[in-house]
């Protein structure tokens, strides 16, 4: 046994809105959960889709033992987001090729929720990002906060500061302070080096920079201000997902890692494996991974 944590006996099942398969898919992990002697609840929108209302609940109030999401890494991140307890264990199931924090195929669903019900598993835990602006704190990024201009056109001016020390100044369209996740993510296509898992660190990656700078990789213990020389309102978006906007006097974005952390359930994770197939060397099919 890879997992001797006693089993709970909640579930939530998260699928995409978007997709059939997905929702019937769901359909096929509520009836197996619930033989097995789980209450299982739908996120709302999906509970609407397939008619379970009476097992309809909002993310933010599925305080369950277990989460089950089907989709791709943008339905993961949004559900990361959201959910009242951030370390409920996640069972994440792919749709297609591409989606590069699933581990599980559709195919392999009743198979994989076997092993969960037999503990023949392992929890992998992520540190997640939290960001503020003055004393308002942002929702934690699984993946990034990115810093950028309210129009495409305009540049950001920025200086970069490591515990009250300053770094570097920075024009760019933008700046992306991602986590050891998030590295395989925005901040790998804007040229951000690919962290290995098990190091915990915060990637600081400009978004095609004018001046010559490079990403930055600082230690898990830093507190990273991002100041906002110009413009005077900037867009601050957590995950692609959340949006806020700063400005009003207020003219810096404070980042560290978050006391929060993300579990997923792994079986057979080969974090570069994954990495040959489904970044560097990708296969063909769908692309899935935003979705």
Known sequence: MLHGEKLGKTAGIVARLDREDAQKLALEVFNHLRSAGFNVLFEQGLAVLI?????????????????????????????????????????AIGLGTKAFLTEISHRETLEAINLYLKGLYRVESYSKVASFIGGFRLPDALNEVFITTRHLSKILHTKIWKNGTEVVECWADGIIVASQVGSTAYSFSSGGPIIDPSLNALIVTPVCPANLIRP????????????????????????????????????KVIVRVSEHKVNFIRFKYDFYRRLRERLLFPMGGENEQKA
Do not use: H, W
């Open 51 to 91: 008619n379970r209302l009476d097992r309809a609940v909002p993310l933010e109030n599925m305080d369950v033992n277990l989460i089950v999401i089907i989709g791709g890494d943008g339905t993961i991140l949004r559900t990361c987001m959201r959910v009242p307890r951030p370390e409920t264990p996640i069972l």
């Open 216 to 251: 930055i990789i600082f230690p898990e213990d830093s507190q990273i201000t991002i100041e906002i020389l110009k413009p005077k309102r900037a867009m601050v978006v957590i995950d692609g997902d959340y949006q806020k906007e700063i400005g009003d006097g207020e003219n």
